[in-house]
């Protein structure tokens, strides 16, 4: 893991060394994720709903294209059951959901003194979930 995010924090830093009119934003995230149920062969996990948070580094190669290297992590408890409903982990539920991702978005509007302006992007990345 920390190799990917080494080597993503390199690719960001050479595309500013090339790009030098460009950017950098420093961005804060926060959501909150839902219950959800994970299926396995003879097995379910509940993933329990939990806050999200996070933060990335947004370089801005053009007034309406930007590059964005984001990381995320929800803490919660996350149970697993048999198929027959039996509970397998009864103390050892804590877990967390961490997400690494690049991505870039496209904003739309050409106003620059604009409060909020729509953007479309895409991103790729890796989840990494760990249980206690």
Do not use: C, W
């Not at 080597?7 to 839902?34: C, E, H, K, R, W």
């Not at 994970?38 to 309406?64: K, T």
């Amino acid at each position: 893991m920390k190799k990917i995010l080494l080597i993503s924090v390199i690719f960001l830093a050479s595309m500013a060394s090339f790009a030098q009119p460009g950017v950098i934003s420093i961005n804060v995230d926060g959501a909150y994720t839902f219950n959800d149920r994970v299926n396995f062969d003879n097995a379910y996990a509940d993933v329990q709903g939990a806050f999200q948070y996070g933060g990335g580094i947004e370089y801005f190669s053009d007034f309406n294209k930007s590059f964005e290297l984001k990381y995320l992590r929800m803490d919660t408890h996350i149970p697993l059951y048999t198929s027959a409903g039996i509970r397998l982990n009864e103390n050892y539920d804590k877990g967390s959901v961490n997400y690494i991702l690049f991505g870039g978005n496209n904003y739309f509007g050409q106003d620059i003194n604009a409060k909020a302006r729509p953007y479309f992007g895409l991103g790729l990345g890796v989840g990494i979930v760990s249980i206690e």
